[in-house]
């Protein structure tokens, strides 16, 4: 009953959808292009290891402690805007941001672009991908 109601709403305000569609598919877009390019944890461990990039884990303390990327620097998210001197001389390096889902580090990811680490890009996937693909990680 109530889906005969969407379909009928669906094919009366078609215009509506379909800009609705629309407007969403340039959030979406527009967002992930300001956050920089998305990398695999495969392609971040080619960055680290071939460029002298920087993991960046931007979890609270008790998730990283329990479990992160070695050598991955440790700054949460609630602090980057104030400690992010912290990454002075990495600004031309690629910088790799880790999150627990690959959700978060694209915000972060966006404000270190803003403050001049042109190379900053979020890991796609976060820590779930890494540990998915049995990566190997370190506890605090």
Not at 25 to 38: C, D, I, N, V
Request: with cysteine.
């Amino acid at each position: 009953m109530q889906l005969d109601l969407l379909i009928e709403f669906f094919s009366q305000q078609w215009l509506l959808v379909l800009a609705l569609a629309a407007t969403l598919t340039m959030l979406f877009l527009h967002e992930s292009r300001k956050a920089g390019p998305a990398v695999s944890p495969q392609q971040a461990i080619n960055l680290v290891n071939g460029e002298g990039g920087i993991f960046l884990d931007i979890r609270d303390g008790a998730e990283y402690s329990k479990a992160h990327i070695a050598d991955a620097q440790h700054i949460p998210l609630a602090q980057l805007a104030t400690r992010k001197a912290e990454l002075s001389g990495c600004e031309e390096k690629p910088l790799i941001v880790v999150c627990k889902l690959g959700q978060s580090s694209g915000t972060a990811t966006r404000q270190l672009r803003e403050a001049g680490f042109s190379r900053a890009q979020k890991m796609s996937g976060g820590m779930m991908e890494w540990n998915a693909m049995k990566l190997p990680v370190v506890s605090s």
